[in-house]
């Protein structure tokens, strides 16, 4: 019986004949699912060309080229990636690596074309017939990613306990901390780009990762010779422009290059560096000023053999790394650190020796073979307004040298500073630690013509500020200082409502009917600051080119026109550190051509 | 008459055995012939060859030969960021990529110390199952088809395609899954998927009503699959024997239970056993985990959780270096136990990982054991009987 229920049984399948086939009619313009991995698309004006996209490919199918009207600039490496489909296997994960979220598939997955050179093409800008199409593939979500995005936070004292002492606040990462900072990076390579000094920031961190922190300082010095006080104070533009910051807290470059520094001993540094035996070639050049660019200048020389003589003005050396930026942020123990290995590689200081008045330029001519100078921006700029040539209204940079020296200064109860930028915070903050010493409490109002978004100054300098109470007060223009009986009253301000003009140009516009008033004691001004060069003599001032707005003019080497004299640092670019010390750099090679090549 | 059905020819003359105890096969004396079946041949799944000796049209000598799709998977991986790898390991058995997937991630979770977020795993043990069904709903029809019933492949690939479907909207592809990576998943359900794997999986139920009736009820399936191919329970431990192929002769072997893994552990289910090792045993064996896939899959779409975290942090997958370590990470898949050995050195690739794929036991020693004294036409029945998968023998 069981056998002829297995002879008939197949045969239910004829019941198939009348029913409705199941077959797709036309198979071909099925749209793929939302999610479907098919060709690529990129938002070439998102996409910054950094390059993880080419490292995650495993079949090497991505390669990074350069593209007509896209330029390389800070923060864009000016290529863009192109995509060869006989080697992509569509993995998408340079979708999901993507540092800036502009590389995603369409799901596009039929495409026919004649042209084999067409299936290797630049997404975004080889037009192609999927372009609009906003569905497939792109990063998952939620809390889906390929490296950290937040950043390790750095150690700091809490505002209480750091609000009377010019103790340094920020205390470092451990060893843990900066390898997993250090872990987040992609190594892209567009900070190296963008700072001054191009320094070759992907490989020290990758040393951090390495736990090989030798290599991470010779990989330092190979750039920079003041790692501690960069580490520190660094305007880190490398940070700005980090890629893993387009879509999380970018790298924090200059925390990590201040962990290598710090963990490295002073007295092993010579051995580390390998510049135990170097031979001296008997060549001399004397250096104005001992800051960052200076200094810089000097290592450089004195690495190849030069004998260098750098001319201070003031009783230690630094410039305005120690006698602008207050202890609580570079502590002078660090500058020292940095200093003194330069100063054993046998470069000479003279201390307190002013050019122009104890030496003159030409002694140095005659005396040396090359003369560098990087004597700074030491001259504070006055805003010229009423009042501002009383006795109680002082320079940010002269008040800032005054406390470095360990002077006394005038703190009185109530004070305004003028300025948005850095220097401004750094005199508020430190007026701040100086009222809550002498007075117990603080009373310091920082005003800028910028508004909050565009003041200059760091960001976590303004929060930092602020967490010390001070009172941070942007967007409005001092019209005069207003006087009674000889005491100043306060500062009169009238709202601005924009810096620059449209082409960029600093031309304020101020809306004359909102105005306020600051009162105080005592007015700081800090709104930038200018430079004294009444060393150079007019012999060879003939000699150099000055622009209309006064401005010295150099070559690529920093040489002017008295072809024996170098000049660098904020006089030329910046004002900051990292300038002044890719300008010494710079120039130490200028003289070595100069003098071996008379070039 | 009866002597012409139950004709057996007469073996006992030859292959004369030497004196040795090898079998004297030579080819001069007209007694036997050399046949390849493969690597070009529609019977068999996958490039690989069997090059027989038959006499008459049975067969005395088989010897299995790999090679033809050799890309080096093993050292291509070895040579790859642990990222990149999962790229790569899918192609050792393209039919099921997601168990290659699984196995890669979690031997590198393993050696790191990551958990996955329970999220992830349930949509791991989801991708698992569809592998399954989706793999099941070829092979099982498939055995039909190497006897020549090509009616239940066509069903049977039609459901697969909607299977595909819904890989397609899930991990964004319908072959290439590249679904479960190291630390998680690459997405949640999408909206309304539920609704519409119900749907496939009800036309899944009324096909194994139909399959039934075609092929398992079907006298010429059962004269061709009962009793032919038998697996001794003996050599079961011999040769490492897993899967739906031990389970067919009786032995309960299953890494879902002796080993739990993923959500596993909270699925109610028993693998299903049958007792007489010959390819109508593993037919039906295969049959009743087709049903019970659809049932675990219901079971892991009830069970699991609406939202979640999808992936756990990694270190920086551009430069993750794991500590020197050793693992072997196993799962179950559709033809049994699929295994990888994975050991590294504290560099950012892996030292050595090697795969241990239930093909390379089946279809390399057992077979050419099991194909002495076949019929020629049996060949590919007893192949696809084991469900062989080329690629993982010579990853």
């Not at chain 1, 004597?375 to 008040?399: C, K, M, Q, W």
Request: net charge negative; proline share 5%; glycine share 8%.
């Amino acid at each position: 019986m069981g056998k002829i229920k297995d002879i008939l049984s197949p045969f239910t399948a004829w019941g198939n004949v009348v029913k409705e086939p199941v077959t797709i009619k036309k198979p071909i313009g099925r749209e793929a699912a939302p999610r479907y991995r098919g060709f690529h698309k990129n938002d070439i004006d998102t996409c910054i060309g950094c390059g993880t996209c080419e490292v995650i490919c495993e079949n090497e199918a991505i390669d990074l080229v350069p593209v007509d009207g896209i330029e390389t600039k800070d923060g864009d490496s000016g290529l863009r990636p192109m995509i060869d489909y006989g080697r992509c296997c569509w993995c998408a994960l340079c979708v999901d690596v993507c540092t800036t979220g502009s590389l995603t598939l369409s799901n596009e997955y039929t495409w026919v074309s004649e042209d084999p050179d067409e299936f290797r093409f630049i997404p975004g800008v080889d037009k192609k017939s999927w372009d609009d199409n906003e569905k497939g593939w792109k990063k998952p979500e939620p809390n889906y990613e390929f490296y950290g995005k937040k950043r390790v936070e750095m150690p700091e004292l809490h505002a209480e306990d750091r609000d009377k002492s010019f103790i340094e606040f920020v205390t470092g990462y451990s060893k843990q901390q900066a390898e997993e900072e250090a872990d987040r990076c992609v190594e892209c390579g567009i900070c190296t780009a963008t700072c001054p000094a191009h320094m070759g920031i992907p490989e020290y961190i990758k040393a951090i990762r390495n736990d090989d922190l030798e290599e991470g300082l010779r990989i330092l010095y190979e750039t920079n010779p003041l790692p501690e006080i960069c580490g520190r104070i660094c305007t880190h533009k490398c940070e700005d422009v980090c890629s893993v910051g387009h879509n999380g807290d970018p790298i924090s470059i200059r925390w990590l290059k201040r962990y290598i520094a710090d963990q490295n001993p002073s007295e092993k540094y010579k051995e580390i560096l390998n510049a135990e035996n170097i031979e001296n070639n008997g060549k001399k050049v004397a250096i104005i000023g001992s800051g960052p660019s200076g200094l810089s200048a000097a290592y450089y020389l004195a690495l190849t053999g030069y004998e260098c003589t750098i001319f201070e003005k003031l009783p230690e050396a630094g410039g305005m790394m120690r006698y602008g930026i207050p202890e609580y942020r570079l502590p002078y123990d660090q500058i020292d650190k940095d200093i003194n290995y330069i100063l054993s590689l046998g470069v000479d200081i003279k201390y307190n020796v002013n050019i122009g008045t104890d030496i003159t330029l030409d002694k140095l001519k005659k005396d040396y073979d090359a003369v560098f100078a990087g004597t700074g921006l030491h001259l504070g700029r006055s805003t010229r307004i009423p009042g501002s040539d009383h006795e109680n209204v002082y320079f940010a940079t002269d008040l800032l040298r005054e406390i470095s020296l360990g002077n006394e200064i005038h703190v009185s109860e109530k004070i305004v500073v003028i300025g948005g930028g850095n220097v401004a915070m750094d005199i508020t903050r430190s007026l701040a630690r100086l009222q809550n010493n002498k007075f117990g409490k603080v009373n310091v109002t920082a005003t800028s013509l910028e508004s909050e978004d565009i003041m200059p100054a760091d960001r976590e300098e303004v929060v930092e500020a602020r967490e010390e109470k001070a009172i941070i007060d942007p967007g409005w223009g001092p019209t005069s200082i207003e006087i009674e009986n000889g005491k100043i009253k306060g500062l009169h301000v009238q709202k601005c409502l924009s810096v620059f003009d449209e082409s960029g140009r600093f031309n304020p516009k101020f809306d004359e009917s909102n105005t306020k008033f600051f009162e105080a004691d005592m007015i700081v001004e800090s709104i930038g600051q200018g430079m004294d060069v009444e060393y150079i003599s007019e012999e060879i001032r003939e000699q150099i080119e000055f622009d209309q707005r006064g401005r010295i003019q150099v070559n690529d080497y920093f040489q002017t026109g008295a072809k024996w004299l170098f000049i660098g640092g904020d006089i030329i670019q910046g004002p900051d550190v990292i300038h002044g010390i890719a300008n010494g750099h710079k120039a130490a090679i200028g003289i070595d051509k100069f003098i071996n090549q008379n070039g | 008459m009866n002597n012409l059905f139950n004709w057996e020819p007469d073996r006992s003359k030859y292959p004369t055995v030497k004196d040795n105890g090898e079998l004297d096969v030579d080819l001069s004396s007209h007694k036997f012939t050399k046949l390849w079946v493969g690597p070009n041949h529609p019977g068999i799944t996958g490039n690989m060859a069997v090059e027989i000796t038959i006499s008459g049209d049975e067969i005395v000598q088989a010897k299995t030969h790999v090679g033809y799709l050799h890309r080096g998977f093993e050292k291509l991986i070895e040579r790859r960021l642990f990222i990149q790898g999962f790229p790569t390991c899918i192609r050792m058995c393209v039919a099921e990529p997601d168990y290659n997937e699984y196995i890669l991630s979690k031997s590198i979770e393993d050696l790191s110390g990551i958990e996955i977020p329970e999220m992830a795993e349930w949509l791991r043990t989801l991708a698992l199952e569809m592998a399954r069904l989706q793999s099941l709903l070829r092979t099982v029809p498939g055995q039909g088809g190497t006897f020549s019933l090509g009616l239940g492949v066509q069903w049977g690939m039609y459901l697969r395609d909607l299977i595909s479907d819904r890989f397609e909207e899930l991990t964004g592809a319908r072959i290439y899954h590249m679904y479960i990576l190291p630390g998680g998943v690459r997405g949640l359900l999408p909206d309304g998927f539920k609704a519409r794997m119900e749907e496939n999986l009800k036309l899944i139920d009324q096909f194994v009503i139909n399959i039934k009736k075609l092929m398992f009820d079907n006298v010429i399936f059962k004269k061709r699959a009962i009793g032919v191919g038998v697996i001794k329970k003996e050599w079961v431990d011999q040769f490492g024997i897993v899967g739906p192929n031990a389970r067919a002769v009786g032995i309960s072997r299953d890494i879902r239970k002796d080993y739990p893994y993923l959500k596993y552990q909270e699925l109610d289910f028993e693998p299903p056993i049958a007792k007489n090792g010959d390819i109508f045993a593993r037919s039906t064996v295969r049959y009743q985990e087709l049903i019970q896939t659809v049932d675990l899959i219901r079971q892991i779409m009830a069970k699991m959780p609406e939202k979640g975290d999808i992936k756990s942090p990694t270190p920086n997958v551009l430069h993750w270096k794991i500590a020197k370590g050793e693992t072997y990470i196993r799962s179950e898949s559709s033809r049994g136990e699929y295994g990888m050995y994975y050991v590294t050195d504290g560099s950012d690739k892996p030292r050595r990982i090697n795969l241990r794929g239930p093909s390379y036991n089946h279809a390399m020693s057992l077979l050419e054991h099991m194909l002495i004294n076949a019929n020629i036409s049996d060949v590919h029945a007893i192949m696809v009987s084991l469900q062989t998968c080329p690629p993982e023998i010579e990853r």
